[in-house]
């Protein structure tokens, strides 16, 4: 038999010792129906509750099973609920900024933009929700490309095709490219996708600070930029409404 | 919601919307961003079936609080808030005692229809359209005057006291507002235009208290407050979190969206979508009798300008349906999700969902219809309904445009939406196909507080004139149509034949 972990085993049989039928346990009734010193069980629970799986009753101090395990069986987090928790931060982060606002989550090989505001000037615009940018080269796509596995193995996997002259092409550019994402907590596009075109995104993590999209301004250069850098106060406003919209999702504070 | 650090050093203006569910009281900077909100819920009371009441001291006691956490978040004073302006819940109506300031009821909220028998009663031989003459409305249940009528009825020696002028009747604007400038020590008993349009006591055209509706429905001129435009300074906060500042303006929640929606021009019109979904139209400044089942309504008016008129419709179950797929249908588990489902078809399969749970509203008015999905093949999935669900919003909303044109014989440019169904993609989409029009979503979602705001301060010259406003106004998403005429017509006629079948299910109205 192959080796496994003791601890695992012993907190699967808790679970499933709280999970017979609706009832409530106190420690030493968990401890002595699986045999183990009251001490060990304790430290198991603790851990459990901790991540939300057990949760104990303040009055009675007896352990139950925790609402995180309902929420294991249906973790997907539906497009349309993200767009609707960004709607105000999304809006607040146009007026802010002064440029055009988009929310991109991955679907298969690039980013669906599934919510888009307009530049808050009076020009006519388009709306743009439903289409797909590339992941490699864009601001969101970057982001994505850095926090959720499976993004970064689409994006390393693709061609990554040169669209200016300034696009990122090769794997080991690119991986860097994604360590600076991570280490900073912001990505940009400075030409790389659209020739005269810049963006910032930054990542939107759910409860479980898993990544769940990324959001983002885009506009000219020549506006975005301040002498070849990202203005620091657009950065500072993307990154602000990123952990707006994750605060309302459920993430803790980062 | 916290401050950025984007926003300017102010001033601000504050405004204060006592709505049906909660009181809530949001900051505005000169840009007309938010700048911070603060919000508590109140309790609902039924006492009996269709009862629907409020507490009106616990409201003040709200008002009060979410004003000073408003206050408080933004980081502010009293010296920093230009003005302060009112939104409310419309038609809820109370009375009070002038001496003590204590209410002698409950407020009887405009969904309670305790007052239906009252209002068949005072229809006499005409029937409901007997007031609709002087005051664009029929008799129905939601205005005030007949519930203020219940009260005198109904409330031991209240009408005594009221003759003896020792009683003050108002809506929640004059409720908050007479206990904002003081309450019993001088607190000011004023109402706007607005929600004076919505008591089916005063008269459209003079705009002042109709004698002869007061007669008939046996109210005492004493106990009714001044009526006053939208936007002018009533008095100054006595004393609390924004003591000193000047109140200076009142509308009622949809004339208020109607206003921050920057609809001042005749012919643009607002639709809030929510539970429910009100529709207002900007008419100019004369009022349209609706002869195709709308109201006709004051729209604002400010300062001495001349008044500006509105017509209304509103559906009563749109949002509110998606919560029924939700909780009686379990077919979704987020309001979200309705998007994600009917999206995944292409189409509605043929079926056709008329949601008329309490009857059908305007333009139809008639009790006896029933909700039906008409058109069900075995073809049909979870999808198409779905999909029907969001039709269904959108095909009213249709019907309800369709009579503005034929009252106003203004045809709709584009429709100004807001509420929280505007993050439904799809919903709006299928709207701008439906009204083959655009449909524009503004930048701020708060638009009634924004209306207040933008009104109070107009007032104080804090913003100096209605263009100003509008340079304030942000697109923030806009969709435009893309299905072609023939399918439009076709659908169109397959809704109105659903909508047929939903008439006349209940056979005996008693």
Redesign the interface.
């Known amino acids: 038999m192959a080796r496994t972990i003791q601890s695992l085993e012993r907190a699967a049989a808790m679970l499933r010792l709280l999970a017979g039928g609706e009832r409530r346990l106190g420690l030493s009734d968990v401890a002595s129906a699986l045999g183990l010193a009251k001490g060990t069980a304790h430290g198991i629970l603790r851990t459990l509750q901790q991540e939300g799986f057990v949760e104990q009753d303040p009055a009675s101090g007896r352990y139950q099973l925790g609402a995180e395990l309902l929420r294991l069986g249906n973790s997907y987090l539906d497009v349309h609920e993200l767009r609707a928790r960004a709607l105000v931060w999304a809006d607040d982060l146009a007026r802010s900024s002064g440029e055009s606002v988009y929310l991109g989550v991955l679907h298969q090989q690039g980013v669906l933009i599934i919510h888009h505001v307009f530049r808050p000037d009076d020009s006519r615009q388009v709306l743009e929700v439903g289409a797909m940018q590339p992941l490699h080269s864009t601001a969101l796509g970057k982001v994505l490309s850095a926090y959720d596995p499976v993004a970064h193995s689409e994006a390393t996997e693709s061609d990554r095709e040169a669209f200016t002259p300034h696009t990122v092409t090769g794997l080991a550019d690119f991986e860097s490219v994604l360590d600076l994402t991570r280490a900073r907590g912001w990505a940009s596009d400075v030409e790389e996708t659209w020739a005269g075109v810049a963006s910032v995104a930054a990542p939107i993590h759910d409860r479980r600070r898993m990544p769940v999209g990324a959001v983002g301004i885009t506009g000219a250069v020549e506006r975005v930029c301040e002498g070849g850098e990202l203005g620091a106060q657009l950065v500072a406003a993307v990154r602000d409404c990123a952990r707006a919209v994750s605060r309302d999702l459920g993430a803790g504070r980062f | ?1 916290t401050t ?1 650090g ?1 926003h300017g050093q102010g001033p601000f203006i504050a405004a204060i919307d006592q709505g049906t569910t909660s009181s809530r009281c949001i900051v505005f900077d000169r ?1 007309g ?2 700048v911070s909100v603060d919000q508590k819920e109140h309790e609902q009371i039924f006492p009996k079936p269709g009862w629907v009441e409020h507490d009106a001291t616990e409201i003040w006691t709200n008002v009060q609080q979410v004003v000073a956490g408003a206050v408080e978040k933004a980081g502010i004073t009293a010296a920093d808030v230009k003005a302060i302006g009112i939104t409310n819940q419309r038609e809820t109506t109370l009375m009070w005692d002038k001496n003590t300031g204590e209410p002698v009821h409950n407020a009887i909220v405009w969904q309670d229809t305790r007052t239906d028998a009252l209002c068949k009663e005072l229809g006499r031989n005409v029937g409901q359209d007997r007031f609709r003459r002087e005051t664009g409305l029929p008799l129905a249940s939601y205005f005030s005057g007949p519930k203020v009528r219940w009260l005198l009825d109904n409330v031991e020696g209240l009408r005594e006291r009221a003759e003896a002028g020792d009683i003050l009747f108002g809506t929640m604007d004059s409720w908050v507002i007479w206990n904002l400038t003081g309450g019993v020590d001088g607190g000011r008993h004023v109402t706007d235009v607005t929600n004076a349009s919505r008591t089916m006591l005063m008269n459209l055209r003079s705009l002042e208290w109709d004698e002869r509706i007061l007669a008939s429905m046996e109210i005492p001129a004493a106990v009714l407050p001044e009526i006053r435009s939208s936007a002018e300074v009533y008095g100054h906060a006595k004393d609390g979190a924004l003591a000193g500042v000047p109140v200076a303006s009142a509308l009622g929640d949809q004339q208020a969206a109607l206003f921050g929606q920057t609809c001042f021009e005749q012919g643009e019109a607002k639709s809030t979508y929510g539970t429910g979904t009100f529709m207002l139209m900007n008419t100019g400044d004369e009022p349209v009798q609706s002869y195709n089942g709308l109201l006709t309504t004051v729209g604002y008016r400010i300062g001495d300008q001349k008044p500006v008129y509105a017509l209304e419709g509103s559906i009563a179950v749109t949002g509110s349906l998606v919560q029924w797929m939700r909780d009686q249908m379990g077919l979704i ?8 489902l009917a999206s995944s078809v292409e189409d509605n399969g043929g079926a056709y969902f008329v949601p008329a749970f309490s009857g059908l509203f305007a333009p139809y008015w008639r009790s006896d219809a029933r909700g039906v999905i008409a058109g069900l093949t075995r073809y049909v999935t979870k999808a198409h309904i779905a999909r029907a669900v969001l039709e269904a919003t959108a095909w009213q909303t249709r019907e309800i445009t369709d009579a503005m044109t034929k009252d106003s014989g203004v045809e709709l440019t584009a429709l100004k939406v807001d509420g ?1 169904m ?4 799809l919903l709006m989409q299928t709207l701008s196909d439906f009204l083959d029009a655009p449909v524009v979503r503004p ?3 708060e638009t009634t507080c924004l209306g207040a705001a933008y009104a109070a301060g107009l007032a104080v010259g804090f913003w100096p004139d209605t263009d100003a406003l509008r340079a304030n106004w ?6 435009t149509p893309r299905m072609d005429a023939d399918t439009r017509d076709r659908e169109y006629k397959s809704w109105l034949k659903a909508v047929e079948r939903t008439m006349g299910w209940i056979e005996d109205e008693e």
């Open positions: 919601m950025t984007t840009d961003r938010i588990k987020s309001a979200a999700e309705i998007e994600t929280g505007t993050s439904n993609n930048m701020v979602a942000r697109r923030a998403a806009e969709w």
